[in-house]
C-alpha cells in the first residue's frame, strides 16, 4: 500500500514498471523466507536465527549458483536461468532443512526477530527510494559508468563480460555487484532506468539489516540491536555538522559535496549514509552490505568454533569470496580484518590445538573461496597490477581523520575508558580482552595503521577506500561498547558520560538529515516532477539523445558493437548512447578504460580510427572498418556533428547502401552496418 502511494506522489511510474517496483519487493520477501530454513541450519546458535542476514544470503547465494553455471556455459543468465537457479535453492531448502514444517517453526519461534528486520528492510528502501525520486537524474559523478555497466549487464546473457566502453575487450574490473543488480531486474520484470534506483535502495536496506544481525550476534539486545543498525545506516560525520556554521554554507549541493571532500590535496573519503543518498551504484557502495555479511560469518565461526561445520564453511566462502568480484579493495581489508582477529584470539587460547580452529580453517576456506570465484580472477587477469608503496608524502592530520569519522572513536573512549581505569580487574579483563569488540578494536587499529603509513596504487585510492570502511569499522566498535551505557546510567558520578555519547549522536544524526535535505534540494532541471525514471533528464538538455536511446531499447536486442564520439573520464554529455543502452562501446570514458587496464597506446590508437570513421571520405573503406571490428551500429547526434566535418558525415546519408539509416529524430540517426538485422526485435 505504502509503495503504491509514494508510486502516484513521487515515483511516478507507469505500467509494468509499477508491478515492477511491488514484485521486487515482495520477490525478495518471498525468497528471504524461504531460504530461512537454511539460513537456521548455518546459524542455529544466533538469538535470531541469522535471519538479519538472511535476506543477502539468499539473494547471494541464488546469483551466485546462477553465475557460476553460466561461466560454465550450462546456463545463461536469463529470467528463465534465474528461475531455474532460485527452484533449485528451493529444493536445496527442502533437503537440507528437513521439509517445510521447519519454517513454519522457526517463523513462529522467531516472529518478533522477523518483524523487526523487515521493518527495518521497508524503512530504509522507502526513505531511500523516496530520496532518490527527487534526484534521480543519472550524469553526476560516475553513475554514467555504473549505469552503463549496469544496462550493459542487463543485455549481455553470457560470461566473461566484455568491457562495454571498449568493444571486444574483455571487462578487468570487479563487476560481481553489477551482475548481482542485473539479475534481479531481469527477475522482477523491470527496466535498468527504473532498476538503478531499486539498486541503490536495496544495497542501503541490505546494510540495515546485516547491521542489526551482527549487532544482535554481538550484543544479544534486540532494542539495541536495532538503533545501532538505524544509526550507522543514516548517520553523517562531524563534517556535516560544523558546515552547518559556516556563513558561506546554505544546505545545498555545495555543502552535501564538500561532507566528504574533507582531506588536504583534493582527498575525500565517503560513508554509507552519504553514499546512499548520493546514489552511486559503485563496487565500494555495493560491498559494504557484503562487508557486514562477511563479519557476521567470522564471529560466528569464532563463537561456535567447534561446532561448525563444512556446510557452513562453504557458506563463509562464498561470502568471503564476492568482496574479491564486487570490489577487490575490501576484500584485502577485510581479510586483514579477519588475519588479525583471529590472531589475536589465538594469542590469548595460547592453546596450540586452537591452531586447527584459528589458522588451519579459515586458510581453507580462504583458498575455497579463490576458487569459487575463479570466473572472476579470469576475467581481471592481464589488468592493472597491484603495487604496494610505504606512503611518505602525504599524512592526513588527526583533525580530518576526525572530522570524517572520529565522532565514533569519541563514543568508544566515552564508554571504555572508564572501565579501564577502575580498579575492577575482572571488568577489564572480561569486557576488553576477551571481547568481540576489542579483537575487533585491534583489528580496526591494524588498518587504520596499514591505510596511514601505505599506499596501493596510489594514496588518493587508498584513503578513499580504506577511509570508507574504517567509518563503517569504527561505527560498529561504537555501537558494541554501548554494551556499558546501562553501567554507566545508573551511577550518578557517569552520568555525564551518558549525556555526551547521546549528543555525539544525535549531532551525527542532525548533520545526517541536513545531507540528506541538501541532496533532495540538487535539482538543476526543476521543471521535471519527481520520479525514478533516471534518463528523463535528457528530454530537456538533449532531447535528440533522448530519442535515439528510447528507440534503442525498444528496438535492439543483445549486445552489439556501436561507435559514437569518445569522451573524457565525468564527461556526463559524452558516451551518451553507451551509458543509457548498455550496447558496447568502441571507446567510452577514456582514463576509465586506462584504469581497467587497458594501455594509453590502445586509447589512442581507438581515438584516432573513430576520428576516421567520421572524417573519412572514402566510405567504402570506413564500411569495412566497421564490420571488421564487429561494429554493427553507427551513432549521428549535436556530439559528433560538433566535433567532424559536415561534409564528412554527409557521406553516412549519400551510401544508404553501406550505412542504413534505421531511425531519425531531432536531427540524429542511427545506422546499421554489415549484419545489423539479426540485432533488431
Known sequence: MTLTILNKTSFRLEGIESTGVIFWYYFQLFLSFLFFPITARLFPKSLDLGYGVNRLLSLLFV???????TFLGIMSNTQPGLFLCLMGVLFLTHTRANGGNDLIHIMKLKYKEIMTVEALYFICFTVFLLVFSFHPD??????????????????????????PWFLGEKLKYYYFGYYFFASLIKFAGVGPEVGYSLSVATTSALFCTSLFGLFYLLLKRLKLSLVGAICLTFASNLQSFSLLFEKSNNINAKYFWNITRLFKDHYFAEFPSWSFLFADLHPHVMSYMLGILFLFFIFYYLKNLKSIDSFFLFFMAIAWGSLIATNSWDFIIYTLVFGVILLSKLYFKR???????????PMLVGLLSFFLYLPFLYSITGGRGVSLSINKKIFHSLSEIYMHHGHWWLIVLLMWVPVLVSKRKTLVKNVLLHSDGFSLFLATMVVFIFAYFFQLFDYMNTTFKFFNQLYVLWGILAILSLRNFNFYLYRKKYLIICILTIITFNTVLIGGVTQAMAVTEYRPLRSLKKTLYGTDYLSVVKPEHFGIIKWINSHIRGTPGIVELYSKSFDSSGSLISTHTGLPSYLGWDNHVKTRGIKSIQI???KRN???IYNSNDPIKVNEFLISKNINFLIITSNEKSRYRARSIRKFKKYADLFVPLHQQNGSIVYGIGDFKKYLR
Do not use: S
Not at 592453546?351 to 580453517?361: C, G, P, R, S, V
Open 604 to 606: 589512442e590508437e581507438r
Open 610 to 612: 573513430i576520428d576516421f
Open 138 to 163: 543519472l550524469y553526476w559523478g560516475e553513475k554514467p559508468m555504473d549505469f552503463n555497466l549496469l544496462n550493459f549487464g542487463f543485455r549481455e546473457t553470457q560470461l566473461p563480460w566484455q568491457d
Open 63 to 69: 546469483v551466485f549458483i546462477n553465475w557460476t553455471l
Open 351 to 361: 592453546d596450540t590445538e586452537a591452531i586447527k580452529y584459528y589458522l588451519k580453517k
